[in-house]
């Protein structure tokens, strides 16, 4: 097996934590991986661009959500693959490609060799695996990190959307392909390289994460009762077909809104943006997914 490296957050655990890793490790004889722990997920890609220099040609990544998406930025166009142990509360990237919450199947997988080109989404400068949010996905992120989140985990953005629900909407024009697509009153903007949610919810069941496109959702309802609407259609992997979703596929999204909006990337916040310029990377980055994943 080629060099490889594990970057591992302190704060995420999975099954038995660092410690089975090593164990697991230490079975495939490879318990002399190049081994870096951060402290945070920002930290993330200096570790990564640490590992390559120091010679690794696949990265093991060992978190969430927040620790992939620095990852795939980092990885993005380069040739070194990237395996996932997926140690966090969402793991959407994992789950969408179908690599299970399991220290030793998600190891057999990352080390193994079955690997998948893979598109990203590239917004203002910075790469995403699964998608981005605008307005309220966005606040219900950031209102649900820390103490609440640890404490109700995925409850935690259900009570945290349900608070920001009235204050969520925001003006904005969104362009695709060229093409004047939505102009008006939204409350959430989604663009998705992946289609599953939290909760195993196919909000966009068509998207395919190697395809070249990406899918584009706006929600214009208003009211808690419309949002409910909205969001029970979403659960039943109706979105299209309900009054309050439009829905639109395309390689190059302009958003213009008409006051500075949070945004998020793959669960983690970024700061308020008012022009969001997003497009298609296609198959820039090398993923180790199971060998029957479609």
Not at 85 to 98: C, D, E, R, S, W
Request: hydrophobic share 40%; proline share 3%.
């Amino acid at each position: 097996m080629s060099k490889f490296a594990v970057i591992a957050h302190q704060g995420k655990t999975l099954g038995g934590g660092l410690d089975e890793l090593r164990e697991e490790l230490a079975s495939y004889n490879e318990s002399d991986a190049l081994w870096i722990e951060v402290r945070k997920s920002r930290f993330v890609p200096k570790a990564i661009r640490k590992a390559i220099k120091k010679g690794a040609e696949l990265i093991v990544v060992w978190g969430g959500d927040g620790s992939v998406q620095r990852a795939v930025d980092t990885l993005a166009g380069s040739s070194v693959p990237l395996g996932i142990l997926p140690a966090g509360t969402g793991n959407l990237f994992a789950t969408n490609l179908g690599i299970p919450k399991s220290v030793p199947e998600a190891l057999a997988i990352a080390l193994g060799a079955h690997d998948r080109a893979l598109d990203l989404g590239r917004v203002n400068g910075e790469h995403f695996g699964v998608m981005m949010g605008i307005g309220l996905d966005a606040k219900m992120i950031k209102d649900a990190d820390g103490s609440l989140k640890d404490a109700l985990g995925r409850l935690a953005y259900v009570w945290t959307g349900t608070k920001n629900v009235n204050a969520s909407s925001f003006e904005a024009k969104i362009d695709v392909d060229g093409e004047r697509f939505f102009t008006g009153t939204t409350g959430c903007v989604l663009v998705a390289n992946m289609g599953q949610l939290t909760g195993g919810i196919d909000a966009f069941p068509d998207a395919v994460p190697d395809d070249g496109v990406l899918d584009i959702g706006v929600i214009t309802a208003e009211s808690l009762l419309d949002w409910t609407r909205a969001l029970s259609r979403t659960a039943l992997g109706q979105a299209a077909d309900s009054p309050f979703v439009e829905m639109t596929r395309g390689r190059r999204i302009n958003i213009k809104t008409n006051r500075p909006v949070l945004y998020e990337l793959d669960g983690g916040e970024r700061e308020k943006a008012e022009k969001l310029k997003v497009r298609t990377k296609a198959r820039v980055i090398r993923v180790k997914v199971p060998q029957d994943a479609d």
